[in-house]
């Protein structure tokens, strides 16, 4: 399969815009949105804890949640314009206006949107097989681009949905971290010092327990782990090993993303609501892949019942130790009665 067109537009504050398959120029009075100018963007290290904190002193004037006739990832029409130079489209990234970070030449640091449809009403469980084929190879595009940037230590794909997380946009989307340094979560996992990898030995101790196995078919799995932190928490992955989005022919990619959606649409099923989660996407860092790198997706789903919020109270920001309030395999047998 060829890579999926792509256009590329530079608006005029220096961000990027990449239009991804078929789209519609924008309307003749459309005006590119801008930077706030002023902002502070710093990186400042912890040496208690041995890790980075990311100031952004500009983010507290982002966007929140407007109506859609104000939404900036919708299409841009006649009279308003938004951060999507087009009148259609069919998937868009841009470089956020309200970054975390911001790109330095030769040192990293870039934030992108990857807005995954330009209907607004949906959710990445509403998203047709078509635009799931899409939207793996956009973030496969995207990785391959980032991983090539000068500075770029680590590429982190993932998705807050949900006001509960802290969503401030309702159209359907995700983002994209291009660190200037290893996140402490993809270190530790893939400095781990054991014979052969990990994941595969974890994947195949579930396939072989079958307890919390969600799904196993087409090469792709999902699981409840044991040691899962969060209620309904569910891991997935290519059951052979594959360092990254890359090493996935682009059927392989699709089906990881249906995997990913079939779990998903069990979530919103479990309590009757759309699932507020936050999905984390881990794979190989720029260069020659770890022995520890092995693609998978994390979902953390952030109810534990009907109303009810995980918080990540005293014990868990605090220490650093999660308690969970339900049994892995209990969870596993409520969500597989759940699947499509």
Not at 29 to 42: L, S
Not at 124 to 131: E, I, K, M, Y
Not at 168 to 186: C, R
């Amino acid at each position: 399969m060829p890579r999926v067109a792509r256009t590329d537009i530079v608006q005029p504050d220096g961000r990027h815009v990449y239009l991804y398959g078929d789209f519609a120029a924008p309307p003749p009075d459309y005006e590119a949105p801008r930077m706030p100018g002023g902002g502070v963007f710093q990186r400042r290290w912890n040496p208690l804890r041995r890790e980075w904190v990311l100031v952004a002193a500009s983010r507290q004037a982002r966007t929140f949640l407007p109506q859609q006739a104000e939404c900036p990832l919708c299409p841009s029409t006649a009279g308003r314009s938004s951060e999507i130079p087009a009148g259609h489209f069919e998937a868009a990234v841009f470089e956020n206006r309200f970054p975390s970070m911001i790109r330095e030449r030769g040192r990293g640091g870039v934030c992108e949107v990857v807005v995954y449809t330009d209907q607004h009403d949906g959710s990445f469980a509403t998203l047709s097989d078509s635009q799931l084929t899409m939207l793996g190879e956009v973030w496969t595009d995207r990785y391959r681009d980032l991983a090539t940037q000068a500075g770029v230590k680590y590429v982190y794909i993932f998705e807050n949905r949900g006001e509960q997380v802290g969503v401030t946009l309702h159209h359907p989307h995700g983002q994209i971290y291009a660190y200037p340094f290893l996140p402490p979560v993809a270190a530790g996992e893939l400095r781990r010092q054991t014979h052969g990898c990990l994941q595969c030995a974890l994947i195949a101790d579930e396939v072989d327990g079958k307890r919390r196995m969600l799904i196993a078919d087409g090469g792709m799995v999902a699981y409840v782990p044991g040691y899962a932190r969060w209620p309904y928490e569910v891991h997935l992955a290519p059951r052979e090993h594959r360092s990254s989005l890359l090493e996935l022919r682009p059927a392989s990619r699709t089906r990881l993303l249906k995997t990913m959606q079939r779990v998903i649409r069990a979530y919103d099923r479990l309590f009757e609501v759309p699932m507020p989660y936050m999905m984390a996407m881990h794979q190989s860092p720029p260069g020659p892949p770890p022995a520890q790198a092995h693609l998978h997706i994390e979902l953390y789903p952030i109810l534990r019942d009907r109303g009810k919020l995980k918080y990540l109270a005293g014990s868990e920001s605090g220490a650093g130790v999660f308690i969970n309030d339900t049994l892995a395999e209990e969870s596993a047998d409520r969500l597989r009665a759940l699947l499509e």
